[in-house]
């Protein structure tokens, strides 16, 4: 969708309407939302109500399952692997930020799901406590959503309640640490850095207004 | 094509012999299975998969993928990219059709930016996208007939790829990993004589696929191996989040180029969809080499109306995606490929879900393998198609 | 190989050693041809590839590079085999391969055994081969092999039994179960008192034919019967665990099997060695010239060739059956479709 297309429309009905049809089926537990008109629908839902979400949108049509995962917002603190080992670290803003329908906690929750006539999809987000981290499992709502609660469980360390088989699928089962998490370091960029953090080099007799002409 | 009786008997029929095979799980006077370990090193797999089967005789009572003997961290890594270097790294994911796995990424990251590729970028890009699509699964027909013991189509594929990956190559200068898509366009334009040569092959290509369908589904033999063999419901498709060709041919009609308004020009041509009520093995394989032939067609009309102009819109030169979220997918040679970017106005992204096609294909073979024979597990997952790095990543 | 034409004048041991020989040139030259001319050449051309042009004029030398690089590899027994079996699973697969060929004719007086029942031991003798897969099979102490093993067990016992059901047609017609008779028969026979072209069999037991060649294509396991070895699925079936020399004989014995079963349908069905003896006013055996002893040994290959042709046409073709399929056609189709042909061939054989 180009900008001048997303800036014509004034709102988007058809995506209000899911907010507004999911509000009316799960009540308060939807607890925020974001409507980008045109491309896509963000909700946030309570954490106990996570299933009941799921149950609630497949009713509405939305059976498509697309993906499941999760995101943490605490920026990492190791940059991006840029850093030189042998100084000390430098100081990083580690505030935690939310994304679009905001949050509470630092790992969240996320799925997508689609309705295949009207095809609209609905990104669906929960908080995820930080010291008991886990959720209900989606599994009796979408079958599919077996290997992708596997991976978020791997990856983050997130339980899902009454996932039958939550063991590892692309690590050894002894490993320890949730890769995805962003206090997991990335090891190879930890021993050494890496040069190619910046990919543009000066051209030659180039100056800086090159790259700033678009800032 | 076959009647709505005969395709419920077959899922019935599936159905009972997927409930004989627990319930002979649990009789605990019959004789002790055999768990049969297909893979991570084995001819079927083309790659690393295992699949844990038990086994009764020769029929499946229990199977279970493993994977993860690729998996490379993409996901991870892209963190520590930047924006233009990620397409280097998604370009491995599906090996096979590469350029289609750059193109939503870097859709995401436009979407973001609000910026768009200029019209002729567009043009190029769904070309050569429809080109790896071509590339992709001319070699899965081929790759089927060595699946199920003919040998001599995989080498037909292989021949007839090749002019394809020419292509490719001559216009990006990589044949497997072109790394070519940019943000606000292409690399470069396309090179002299592409249009003409492109014609050419996509004619190849269509007798490619004539061929094939004399050869391998017109034959008796593939037709009893795959007709009824892993059928897959509708219902059960959605639910798992099975996508392109393993949907259609359980009679979705869901193709994301023609249901999504991408700045791409699929919806400037015309084109079928197809789709195939039967949802088993032959649907599958069917349905894809109709997808073979209509993206011949797409090229051959996108090159009758190419249009002229820049193939770079106007970027920074050090690229910042502004804050925010994003997700696009398109209808890869696998199926659905989406990327869902979180950045934070960083120079790269700070989280990228990669949503693959094959991980949700092959997470349902438990479900389809219960109750098949030993031959049968080869035919459907050549007819799910999976490729290793589209599972793992 | 015409071991009994120079039996008049030499020592018993000369003898002995004439046959071995041509025993061994009678099992190993045909297996050459067919992997060379068929599954190097002919599958290449068919793929649309060239195939090996390296080794020799057009590759012609490339069968000796391969026998050199399967006898340079490691010879491995896995730990867990039942290491005699093991061992001599491939050999017992060989010599069911040379037991056959000891009673084909290449000419009225070019053959190893003159046997009365030579249809008969035929029959019998082509299974043996099946005893080594399955032994070959179950000593691998490997599931694929045990899989392919049984696999290979119920197809060839399932299909030995359209074969010698096909067969029984050409013994009713020819009257004889002895191969060098059947040929006479044959060639001596007319159509309808013309004797322009004998009466090759392949003409009034088409059926029986076409049930042989499936019969003999599955006794092969050749695609589209090739489940047993189904490379797709169980690796390389009961042959997975063997390497190098072990390796090469089975390689040498499923096409030695393939060139003598090509060999034996042409004596069953196109006449064997012989020419119409209608052509020089041969009427006996005995009358047929001594030349036909050089010639009737080409005329076999040459045949041998065709067939095998359509042998390795058909695998190079054909996807694989599933093997509850494989039996259902076994079973369902071709045992009564020869029985059928048995009794048409009977009532047939009495009405004339």
Same mark, same amino acid.
């Given at each position: ?43 946030? *839902? ?19 399952? &697309? ?41 969240? *929750? ?15 987000? &929960? ?89 | ?35 049969? %370990? ?76 609000? !910026?768009?590729? #200029?019209?002729?970028?567009?043009? !190029? ?43 490719? $190559? ?49 034959? $008796? ?7 009824? !063999? ?102 890869? #040679?696998?199926? $659905? ?23 949700? %294909? !092959? ?31 | 190989?015409? @071991? ?31 992997? +060379? ?20 004029? +057009? ?21 867990? @085999? ?27 007086? @070019? ?47 399932? +299909? ?7 067969? /029984? ?5 020819? =009257? ?33 034919? /076409? ?62 060695? =012989? /020419? ?19 010639? =009737? ?49 009977? /009532? ?5």
């Amino acid at each position: 969708m180009s900008t001048d297309a997303v800036a014509a429309i004034p709102g988007d009905t058809l995506r209000e309407r899911v907010v507004d049809d999911l509000r009316a089926a799960i009540g308060d537990a939807l607890l925020d939302s974001f409507v980008r008109p045109g491309d896509d629908v963000w909700v946030r *839902v309570r954490t106990d109500a996570w299933r009941s979400a799921g149950l609630a949108l497949r009713t509405l049509g939305f059976d498509y399952f &697309c993906f499941l995962s999760a995101i943490d917002w605490m920026p990492s603190p190791f940059g991006k692997g840029e850093d030189d080992p042998t100084a000390p670290a430098p100081e990083r803003d580690d505030t935690i930020a939310q994304g679009y329908a905001g949050g509470d906690t630092r790992l969240q *929750v996320l799925a997508r799901l689609v309705h295949p006539a009207l095809h609209v999809g609905v990104n669906v987000k &929960c908080d995820v406590p930080d010291t008991d981290p886990v959720v209900e499992s989606w599994i009796s709502v979408f079958a599919g959503a077996n290997w992708h609660e596997r991976e978020t469980h791997e990856m983050f360390g997130i339980g899902f309640a009454g996932h039958p088989d939550l063991r590892n699928m692309y690590l050894p089962s002894d490993f320890e640490g949730h890769p995805l998490r962003k206090d997991f370091p990335l090891l190879a960029r930890i021993v050494k850095p890496w040069p190619g953090i910046v990919d543009v080099e000066p051209l030659p007799g180039g100056s800086d207004d090159e790259e700033g002409d678009a800032e | 094509m076959t009647s709505t009786e005969s395709l419920i008997d077959r899922r019935q029929l599936s159905y009972i012999a997927a409930q004989a095979a627990d319930a002979r799980l649990n009789v605990e006077l019959e004789t002790e299975g055999m768990t049969l %370990n297909i893979g991570p090193q084995h001819p079927a797999t083309h790659g690393t998969l295992r699949i844990i089967a038990r086994l009764d005789g020769e029929q499946v009572v229990w199977a279970e993928p493993s994977c993860g003997y690729m998996h490379r961290g993409y996901e991870k890594l892209t963190e520590v990219r930047t924006y233009p270097q990620v397409t280097a790294l998604v370009n491995r994911i599906d090996w096979l059709g590469s350029f289609a796995n750059e193109v939503p990424f870097i859709l995401a990251a436009e979407k973001l930016m609000e !910026i768009e590729a #200029p019209p002729r970028a567009q043009w !190029i890009r769904t070309i050569l996208f429809e080109l790896s699509r071509i590339a992709n699964v001319s070699l899965f027909l081929g790759d089927l007939g060595v699946q199920l013991g003919a040998i001599t189509p995989v080498f037909m594929a292989f021949r007839d790829r090749e002019y394809v990956l020419n292509l490719i $190559e001559g216009a990006t200068g990589g044949r497997f990993h072109p790394n070519f898509d940019r943000i606000g366009g292409l690399k470069d334009d396309l090179p002299a004589g592409f249009v003409d040569e492109t014609r050419v092959v996509m004619k190849k290509l269509r007798n490619f696929c004539d061929e094939m369908e004399r050869l391998l589904f017109g034959n $008796e033999i593939f037709q009893s191996r795959t007709r009824g !063999i892993g059928v897959i419901p509708k219902d059960v498709a959605m639910q798992y989040g099975l996508s392109g060709a393993n949907l259609r041919a359980s009679g979705v009609d869901w193709d994301l180029r023609r249901d999504q308004t991408l700045p791409m020009a699929w919806n400037k041509v015309d084109w079928k969809v197809w789709t195939h009520p039967d949802g088993d093995s032959f649907a599958r394989c069917w349905v894809r080499l109709q997808e073979v032939r209509e993206s011949t067609r797409i090229v051959d009309q996108l090159l009758d109306a190419i249009p002229t102009g820049p193939v770079m819109a106007k970027v920074p030169r050090i690229i910042k995606v502004p804050e925010g979220e994003a997700w696009v997918s398109t209808e890869n #040679p696998l199926g $659905e490929m989406g990327y869902y970017l979180v950045s934070k106005g960083d120079l790269g992204p700070f989280r990228t879900k990669i949503r693959s096609a094959s991980f949700n %294909n !092959i997470s349902i073979v438990p479900w389809v393998l219960k109750g098949v024979y030993v031959p049968d597990i080869i035919t459907i997952l050549a007819s799910l198609y999976f490729i290793l790095g589209d599972i793992d990543r | 190989m015409s @071991a009994s034409l120079l039996a008049a004048d030499l020592p018993y041991w000369a003898q002995a050693l004439l046959r071995v020989l041509g025993g061994v040139v009678a099992v190993l030259l045909p297996a050459g041809t067919i992997v +060379y001319v068929f599954l190097f050449k002919m599958m290449s051309f068919m793929q649309s590839r060239l195939g090996p042009m390296e080794a020799g004029p +057009y590759g012609s030398l490339q069968l000796f590079a391969e026998v050199g690089k399967w006898l340079q590899k490691e010879d491995i027994t896995p730990e867990r @085999a039942d290491r005699f079996i093991f061992k001599i699973a491939p050999l017992v697969v060989l010599a069911s391969t040379f037991l056959l060929v000891a009673v084909v004719p290449f000419g009225p007086d @070019a053959w190893f055994t003159d046997f009365e029942a030579g249809v008969f031991y035929m029959l019998a003798v082509s299974s043996v081969s099946v005893l080594g897969i399955l032994i070959a099979g179950w000593a691998s102490a490997n599931k694929y092999s045990l899989l392919g093993g049984l696999r290979a067990a119920g197809q060839l016992i399932a +299909y030995e039994l359209p074969m010698v059901l096909a067969v /029984i047609g050409v013994i009713i017609q020819a =009257g004889t179960m002895n191969l060098q008779n059947i040929v006479f028969a044959q060639n001596a026979g007319s159509m309808f008192g013309w004797d322009g072209l004998g009466n090759p069999f392949i003409l009034t037991q088409f059926v029986g034919f /076409i049930i042989f060649m499936i019969a003999v294509q599955a006794e092969l396991t050749q695609t589209p019967f090739d489940m047993p070895i189904a490379e797709s699925e169980l690796v390389s079936g009961y042959m997975t665990e063997y390497s190098g020399f072990r390796f090469l004989t089975f390689f040498i014995a499923e096409f030695a099997t393939a060139g003598v079963f090509s060999l034996i349908a042409s004596v069953l069905f196109l006449g064997g060695w =012989g /020419i119409p003896f209608a052509w020089f006013g041969w009427d006996t055996m005995d009358d047929v010239d001594g030349w036909m002893n050089v010639v =009737g040994p080409l005329i076999m290959v040459t045949k041998m060739m065709l067939l095998s042709f359509v042998i390795m046409w058909v695998r190079f073709s054909y996807p694989r059956f599933r093997e509850d399929q494989l039996q259902r056609f076994a079973w369902k189709v071709l045992v009564p479709v020869s029985l059928v042909n048995i009794m048409i061939t009977a /009532i047939l054989k009495v009405a004339f």
